[in-house]
C-alpha cells in the first residue's frame, strides 16, 4: 500500500488500527465508568468514596492488560512468535517474584482493603498508630495526612490495626454545670430548646438531645448532660459553638453556672 507515494506496508496499517481501536475501547469504558460514579451520589460519602475507588482500580487493571493484550497482538502482526515470548515471560516473572516478595505482600494486603471495606480515600483513620485524612491509596502503600499537616507513607504489608471513623458518627456527650438556685424545670425547657435550635441551624449536627433527668448533683453545681451526635471532623466545631450558644442563653435568662471562687482572710481583728 502507498500513501505520498511511500510504501506502507500492511503490518503498520493493522498495528495503527489496532491502536486506534484500543483507544477508542479505553475511552468507551473510561466514560462508562465516570457515568457510574456520577450516579452515586445518592449514596453515603464513603460508599461513594468506595465505590470510585474500585472502579479506578478495576480500570487500571484493564487498561494494563488491554497493553499487554495490545503489544502481543501487533508483535503477532509482525510475525513474532509470541508463545515463546510468554513462556519467558512467565519464567522471568516468577524470578522477579521471588526476589520483590514484600512488593507482592503490599499488593495483595491492598486487594484485601479494597474488597474488606477497610477504609477508602477521603476517611479518616487511624492506622498503626497514626491519624488523618487518606489522601492516597494504592495497591502498594497508603499516605495519611494528620491534621497539622505531616504526610504519613505506610507499605500496604505494615498495616495490622485499621480504626476508621468516617463509617460511623461519634456521638459526644457535653456537661452542662447549673447551680443549685436556678429551676430544675426552666433550666430543662432552656436546655431542650437550644437543642432544637442547633438542630436546625447547624448542618453539622445531626442530632443533639438532653439526657433524661439530672446527670449528676457534686459538690457545687447541679450537672445535665447533652447527647451530640455528628462526624469525627466537625467534634471540636459543634463542641464550641454548643457551648458559646448556652453560655448566651443562660445569660439572658440569668442561669448561673458555678465556678470556683477562693476568699482571702488577712488575720487580722477589728
Same mark, same amino acid.
Given at each position: 500500500?502507498?500513501? =505520498?507515494?511511500?510504501?506502507?506496508?500492511? *503490518?503498520? /496499517?493493522? +498495528?495503527?488500527?489496532?491502536?486506534?481501536? $484500543?483507544? /477508542?475501547?479505553?475511552?468507551?469504558?473510561?466514560? =462508562?465508568?465516570?457515568?457510574?460514579?456520577?450516579?452515586?451520589?445518592?449514596?453515603?460519602? %464513603?460508599? #461513594?468514596?468506595?465505590?470510585?475507588?474500585?472502579?479506578?482500580? $478495576?480500570?487500571?487493571i484493564i487498561k494494563y492488560l488491554m497493553i499487554v493484550l495490545l503489544v502481543l497482538c501487533i508483535m503477532s502482526i509482525f510475525h513474532i512468535n509470541t508463545t515463546a515470548l510468554v513462556t519467558s515471560v512467565g519464567a522471568i516473572g516468577l524470578v522477579v517474584g521471588l526476589a520483590f516478595q514484600d512488593l507482592l505482600k503490599d499488593f495483595l494486603v491492598g486487594i484485601a482493603i479494597v474488597f474488606e471495606d477497610q $477504609?477508602?480515600?477521603?476517611? =479518616?483513620?487511624?492506622?498503626?498508630?497514626?491519624?488523618?485524612?487518606?489522601?492516597? $491509596?494504592?495497591?502498594?502503600? &497508603?499516605?495519611?495526612?494528620?491534621? &497539622?499537616?505531616? &504526610?504519613?507513607?505506610?507499605?500496604?504489608?505494615?498495616?495490622? *490495626?485499621?480504626?476508621?471513623?468516617?463509617?460511623?458518627?461519634?456521638?459526644? =456527650?457535653?456537661?452542662?454545670?447549673? +447551680?443549685? *438556685?436556678?429551676?430544675?424545670?426552666?433550666?430543662?425547657?432552656?436546655?431542650?430548646?437550644?437543642?432544637?435550635?442547633?438542630? *436546625?441551624? /447547624?448542618?453539622?449536627?445531626?442530632?443533639?438531645?438532653?439526657?433524661?433527668?439530672?446527670?449528676?448533683? +457534686?459538690?457545687?453545681?447541679?450537672?445535665?448532660?447533652? #447527647?451530640?451526635? &455528628?462526624?469525627?471532623?466537625? /467534634? %471540636?466545631?459543634?463542641?464550641?459553638?454548643?457551648?458559646?450558644?448556652?453560655?448566651?442563653?443562660?445569660?439572658?435568662?440569668?442561669?448561673?453556672?458555678?465556678? #470556683? #471562687?477562693?476568699?482571702?482572710?488577712?488575720?487580722?481583728?477589728?
Amino acid at each position: 500500500m502507498k500513501l =505520498f507515494n511511500v510504501d506502507i506496508k500492511t *503490518e503498520v /496499517i493493522n +498495528s495503527l488500527v489496532m491502536l486506534i481501536v $484500543f483507544i /477508542i475501547i479505553l475511552f468507551i469504558i473510561k466514560a =462508562f465508568i465516570n457515568k457510574i460514579i456520577e450516579k452515586s451520589n445518592k449514596k453515603s460519602k %464513603h460508599e #461513594q468514596r468506595r465505590k470510585t475507588m474500585l472502579l479506578k482500580m $478495576f480500570y487500571n487493571i484493564i487498561k494494563y492488560l488491554m497493553i499487554v493484550l495490545l503489544v502481543l497482538c501487533i508483535m503477532s502482526i509482525f510475525h513474532i512468535n509470541t508463545t515463546a515470548l510468554v513462556t519467558s515471560v512467565g519464567a522471568i516473572g516468577l524470578v522477579v517474584g521471588l526476589a520483590f516478595q514484600d512488593l507482592l505482600k503490599d499488593f495483595l494486603v491492598g486487594i484485601a482493603i479494597v474488597f474488606e471495606d477497610q $477504609f477508602s480515600v477521603g476517611d =479518616f483513620v487511624l492506622i498503626n498508630g497514626y491519624k488523618g485524612d487518606v489522601v492516597n $491509596f494504592s495497591l502498594k502503600s &497508603t499516605r495519611i495526612k494528620s491534621v &497539622t499537616g505531616e &504526610t504519613t507513607i505506610i507499605s500496604n504489608r505494615e498495616i495490622t *490495626e485499621v480504626t476508621n471513623y468516617s463509617l460511623n458518627k461519634t456521638t459526644l =456527650f457535653l456537661e452542662i454545670p447549673v +447551680s443549685y *438556685e436556678d429551676n430544675n424545670d426552666t433550666v430543662e425547657k432552656i436546655l431542650n430548646d437550644i437543642c432544637d435550635s442547633l438542630k *436546625e441551624e /447547624i448542618d453539622e449536627i445531626d442530632n443533639i438531645k438532653l439526657c433524661e433527668g439530672i446527670d449528676e448533683l +457534686s459538690s457545687s453545681s447541679i450537672n445535665y448532660k447533652l #447527647q451530640l451526635v &455528628t462526624s469525627i471532623r466537625n /467534634i %471540636h466545631y459543634v463542641k464550641r459553638i454548643t457551648y458559646r450558644r448556652i453560655k448566651e442563653v443562660f445569660d439572658k435568662n440569668n442561669i448561673k453556672i458555678p465556678y #470556683q #471562687q477562693i476568699e482571702v482572710h488577712d488575720g487580722k481583728k477589728i
